[in-house]
């Protein structure tokens, strides 16, 4: 039996108040749909395909001898030098969901032999450094999905005295100059990683899981990319390009500014140690060897320093006071000048090796004087006492502010002939031994004065007291 039924629109009757409770209710849903949908985009995480010629603020840059560029929209990342240690890395502060979430990233090697990649999470800045507890506490708490010249690996540290990373080879290392994605997948419940290499075809071509990582879900608040040389030195720079990078459930951590400090040597990079202090100016962190760096930190007043090591000595750089409103950078130039020594006697004379000693502070510096009464040295802006020794006498002193790149000095030493006359009673010369004797400094110049010779002249010697002895 089939029923049918009729709903005849035409004859019902709807009040005007009724028609109105339809329309706010469809209205309600409406709105509320539109908001759970800006929630779930909101919290899908975040894409970077470098269509812009520099990063973003929120990346954090960490270099120690390495440099990266934008161009064509592909972020190089390559070291500087050949340093063993040439590093950077490229990351940025986030929060995982607690459904899992997954980073992927585009990249290839544009060749080198012990050279490596990384794209990684961490729950700190990952910086790749020497042999120490700086680069165990780093690794110990990363995990990572890795390509080297031989193979790709998922690593990861594994106990909390870790020294360097376990890894499991999940693929070989591929053609150099091909494209290929790395991924992290990350679940946590139950919590694993698992890495996958695929080629550009998107083809799996290794994969590889993990559980036994000291890096908890909770802990995760970073990530990111990172290229470093290997050890020992190899013959090669590292150099790996990136097409984009992905984080889906990985959403930035808001409400924090950044603050980058930057280091130079007149106004070249210039590695150093980097302290951050808090508004009552004790210490937060200190970041080492490096050239710049960026912290993400709530907005409020902090304090920034640099140490750097030039010419055996170290520098330390005023501490600056920052008031954090917005994303700043912050630069600290350690400036030196070219100062040109010229030492002359009494009578603009060149004094060839002339002693020349440089005090600033706690830092002194000895030099020569060059067969023209000059020498030319590096030294760091500020107040300078500059004094000369001839035959290890002080002949001058002079008091000296260095602040600018060139920087020349004129001193004129108390230093001068002396001649001695030797003659009988009569007027007539003499032939004679003739001595000047200073006990103070301890100095003796002797000469014979022959009768033939006319006067005896003692060249260039310290115009001091002396008492002379003709024998």
């Not at 997954?102 to 012990?114: D, I, P, Q, S, W």
Request: glycine content about 6%; proline content about 3%; charged content about 15%.
């Amino acid at each position: 039996m089939i029923s049918a039924y009729r709903i005849d629109f035409c004859k019902m009757k709807v009040t005007r108040f009724q028609l109105m409770l339809i329309f706010c209710f469809l209205f309600i849903i409406l709105a509320h749909t539109y908001w759970i949908s800006s929630i779930a985009m909101a919290s899908d995480g975040f894409y970077e395909d470098f269509t812009s010629s520099s990063l973003s603020s929120n990346w954090i840059i960490h270099s120690m001898h390495g440099t990266f560029s934008i161009d064509n929209s592909i972020l190089n990342l390559r070291s500087a030098d050949y340093n063993p240690w040439a590093s950077v890395s490229i990351q940025r502060n986030c929060m995982p969901d607690d459904n899992g979430f997954t980073l992927r990233a585009r990249v290839r090697n544009n060749g080198g032999f012990g050279v490596y990649f990384a794209l990684f999470v961490s729950n700190q800045t990952f910086k790749v450094s020497k042999e120490g507890e700086e680069n165990a506490q780093c690794t110990r708490n990363t995990i990572a999905v890795t390509h080297s010249y031989d193979a790709f690996r998922i690593c990861r540290g594994t106990t909390p005295t870790a020294q360097h990373w376990s890894w499991n080879i999940i693929a070989s290392a591929g053609t150099p100059g091909d494209w290929y994605i790395l991924e992290l997948k990350v679940s946590k419940v139950p919590y694993v990683v698992t890495a996958n290499v695929y080629d550009d075809s998107d083809v799996l071509v290794g994969s590889g899981s993990i559980t036994d990582m000291i890096l908890q879900y909770s802990q995760i608040s970073v990530c990111g990319l990172a290229v470093w040389r290997g050890v020992p030195p190899s013959d090669s720079l590292a150099n790996y390009d990136v097409d984009w990078i992905e984080g889906e459930n990985l959403i930035l951590s808001i409400g924090d500014t950044s603050l980058s400090t930057l280091t130079f040597k007149n106004g070249v990079d210039i590695v150093s140690n980097i302290p951050l202090f808090d508004e009552n100016k004790t210490v937060i962190e200190t970041i080492h060897n490096v050239s710049t760096f960026e912290w993400i930190l709530p907005r409020g007043t902090y304090f920034v320093q640099a140490t750097t090591t030039y010419n055996e000595h170290d520098y330390t750089s005023n501490r600056s006071k920052v008031v954090l409103t917005e994303n700043t950078q912050f630069v600290i130039n350690f400036l030196f000048s070219n100062l040109t020594v010229s030492c002359t006697d009494t009578i603009d004379r060149p004094l060839k090796n002339c002693t020349v000693l440089l005090t600033r502070k706690d830092e002194k510096r000895t030099v020569y004087t060059d067969s023209s009464g000059v020498s030319i040295l590096e030294v760091y802006y500020g107040n300078w006492t500059v004094e000369t020794y001839w035959i290890d006498v002080p002949v001058g002193e002079e008091h000296i502010t260095v602040n600018q790149s060139q920087t020349a000095l004129y001193l004129q030493c108390i230093v001068g002939d002396f001649t001695v006359i030797a003659v009988s009673p009569f007027g007539n010369p003499v032939e004679a031994d003739v001595s000047l004797t200073n006990e103070a400094y301890k100095v003796t110049l002797s000469d014979h004065h022959y009768t033939t010779q006319g006067n005896l002249t003692f060249r260039q010697i310290p115009l001091i007291p002396y008492n002379l002895t003709i024998t």
